[in-house]
């Protein structure tokens, strides 16, 4: 079983501040995804990083796909309010094709 | 498109009764998966199916756990008998094919008591 571990696990920090939370594993993957989940709603993705070295950003984030394909991070800066949530990185992975594991998340916090 | 549409939202349930959850994925997608999420373990597989054909239910925990795809627009799990370490948030979610990212329903928080 191929598995994503996050970190940190909780991150709590004031509006404005910049921050960024990684996601690491044994095993190469072919692809990561990075989904975002609010309170009392499913995941929703935000993107997806396919080649080693890859970045991507949307608006104030920032993914970044690892050489190696076994790790990526998000970078978040100037967080607002409205980032505040629970952050999954997944990869496809396992004895059957077409399933993706998730780690564990990082849930953040962002205070006025 | 409304999206992955789950019901019910919420259920709360004696243990030892029948749970039964719904979803339909979105028109089109030929895949559907069923996830559990909870604080200790975080989102876990539970089944999922291509074409309406279940691939791989290794996830699921128990024989009391079942799930069906009668046709591409719907599907169910079922808990029978249910417990109270069944509590959870179950998720439903669909891709247009293996290997496409997901699109998660809302989720249906299930309360076993």
């Known amino acids: 079983t191929q598995l994503l571990e996050q970190s940190p696990q909780f991150l709590s920090i004031q509006e404005g501040e910049n921050l960024t939370v990684y996601c690491n594993s044994s095993?190469?993957?072919?692809?990561l995804q990075w989904y975002r989940q609010e309170p009392g709603e499913g995941p929703v993705l935000l993107v997806t990083?396919?080649?080693?070295?890859e970045v991507k950003k949307l608006k104030r984030l920032t993914f970044q796909f690892g050489d190696a394909r076994k790790d990526s991070s998000l970078h978040i800066t100037a967080a607002q309010p409205g980032d505040t949530g629970l952050y999954l990185c997944?990869?496809?992975?396992?004895?059957?094709?077409?399933?993706?594991?998730f780690g564990q998340g990082t849930i953040l916090t962002v205070h006025p | 498109d409304a999206g992955v549409i789950q019901s019910p939202r919420h259920e709360v349930t004696e243990m030892g009764q029948e749970v039964t959850l719904r979803c339909k994925p979105i028109s089109g997608h030929n895949s559907l998966f069923w996830y559990r999420q909870t604080m200790m373990r975080g989102l876990e597989l539970l089944i999922y199916?291509?074409?309406?054909?279940?691939?791989?239910d290794s996830g699921m925990p128990e024989d009391r756990f079942s799930a069906k795809m009668p046709n591409a627009s719907f599907s169910t799990l079922k808990i029978q008998p249910s417990e109270p370490r069944d509590s959870a948030v179950y998720f439903c979610a669909s891709s247009l094919d293996l290997g496409s990212f997901y699109t998660f329903g809302s989720g249906t928080r299930l309360t076993v008591v």
């Open positions: 095993s190469v993957f072919s692809s």
């Open positions: 199916f291509n074409n309406n054909v279940p691939i791989d």
């Open positions: 990083v396919v080649t080693g070295g």
């Open positions: 997944a990869g496809p992975g396992g004895t059957s094709y077409g399933k993706l594991t």
